[in-house]
DNA sequence: ATGACTCAGGAACTGAGA
């Protein structure tokens, strides 16, 4: 089984150029975010004409996270628990059945946090506390989970082109990397960081300043794994390429292979 | 030093991104 995530800014925008990347990779679940459309607007049949189910957490104008999956969904819950009050369309949690049991995926899209010592950086932090709730209990379930997105953290230096550049960001705040390690600490597994140590991983390029043509990136999407996936672990990847496409987005898929038979 | 791009919403710009 292939699991992939994307942040693909704006989902309507980027539909062939995801179809494209669909037929190369032929993931059999895509976890989406930043699709930034209402769940009525998703361009759902240019998914379902390539077989794949959809699951859609949208809201008008940004954020947004949906899922794409070749077997049915079973289970479908949208929304991080924790703050009734949250109404950012930012998390998703879907059950696929295969013929080994079911594994159970999340998609989510973590708050930014800029500026620092503002309401924006005290709500990501926040975020991240109700997302290791959210995980400490899933482990208790012993299943595969696989937790996907874009986490809006750079977990270390060996994770930037320029770490100097981010210091004083909440990409990469020490507060923000403490709750990172304590996510993975609850026996989550870096999928990327399991098969690689190189310090060229990158997942994201700025729009801005030539930083694709710089090479000038960071590592912040992640695609998390509990001890019941990590055994099946074959291989993770960085679809880089596809950052050098026409009208891309500014971040690039990445996968798991895990060795879990689909039916 | 600063800003540099890109997208949605809605019709000139602002907010948001990271």
Redesign the pocket.
């Known amino acids: 089984m292939r699991v992939a995530t994307w ?1 693909v ?6 539909a062939e150029n995801i179809a494209a990347w669909l037929a190369e990779r032929s993931p059999d679940v895509v976890c989406l ?2 699709i ?3 769940d009525e ?1 998703f361009p759902r049949e240019t998914f379902e004409r390539l077989g794949y189910n959809v699951a859609v957490h949208g809201q ?4 947004g996270v949906a899922l794409l999956s070749k077997r049915p969904f079973e289970d479908v819950t949208p929304g991080l628990h924790g703050d009734d009050s949250d109404v ?1 369309a930012r998390f998703l949690e879907a059950v696929v059945s295969t013929q080994e049991g079911v594994v159970r995926i999340v998609t989510l ?7 620092p010592h503002t309401e ?1 950086y005290d709500y990501k932090i926040k975020w991240m506390d109700r997302l290791i709730r959210f995980s400490r209990e899933r482990l208790m379930l012993e299943e595969p989970l696989v937790v996907c997105g ?1 986490f ?1 953290v ?1 977990p270390a230096s060996s994770d930037a082109k320029n770490p100097a550049a ?1 210091v004083n ?3 990469f705040l020490p507060q923000t990397r403490e709750k990172f390690r304590a996510l993975t600490n609850l026996g989550l597994t870096d999928a990327i960081r399991a098969v690689s140590d190189s310090d060229q991983l990158f997942t ?1 390029w ?5 930083a694709w043509q710089r090479d000038n990136g ?1 590592r ?1 999407d992640h695609i998390l794994l509990s001890p019941q996936a990590t055994d099946r672990l074959v291989d993770a990847g960085i679809d880089k390429h596809v950052r050098g496409w026409d ?5 690039v898929p990445i996968y798991v292979d895990l060795d879990i038979a689909e039916r």
């Open positions: 942040n800014n704006s989902v309507r925008l980027r975010q930043e930034k459309c209402v607007a008008k104008g940004f954020n950012q899209y973590l708050p930014n946090g800029n500026p924006k874009d809006n750079i981010w960001d909440a990409l994201f700025d729009y801005q300043a030539g960071i912040i009208k891309p987005s500014d971040h």
